[in-house]
């Protein structure tokens, strides 16, 4: 859901620019972003973070076995929300 929530805001600043933005990956977006605005250093490295939970919290057979929730605890939760919230305006 944060990954979501990040993709989402950055494919509204590419429509805000008048530009389109294709793409699930944070990180792609975020660096085609990048070449046309400044982004504040440390945040390309973050979204790593949220483009590798992509397809196991999305998809609850990604795991061998359990489900998602089983793999993640509340250190990573608040990490992911941390990020996600630096795309919001404030």
């Known amino acids: ?7 989402k805001a950055l494919k509204a600043a590419f429509q805000k620019m008048g530009a389109e933005a294709w793409g ?9 972003l990048s070449a046309r605005v ?4 440390g ?3 973050a979204c ?3 483009d590798k ?5 999305r998809y609850p057979n990604a795991f061998p076995s ?6 993640y605890n509340k250190k990573e939760a608040g990490c ?5 919230a630096s795309f919001t305006p404030q």
């Open 1 to 7: 859901m944060w990954k979501r929530g990040a993709e």
């Open 24 to 32: 699930h990956s944070v990180v792609g977006l975020l660096k085609e």
């Open 38 to 41: 400044k982004v504040p250093p």
């Open 43 to 45: 945040l390309l490295e």
């Open 48 to 50: 790593q973070e949220l």
């Open 53 to 57: 939970a992509y397809v196991p919290t």
């Open 66 to 71: 359990g489900s998602p929730s089983q793999y």
């Open 80 to 84: 992911a929300v941390i990020v996600t």
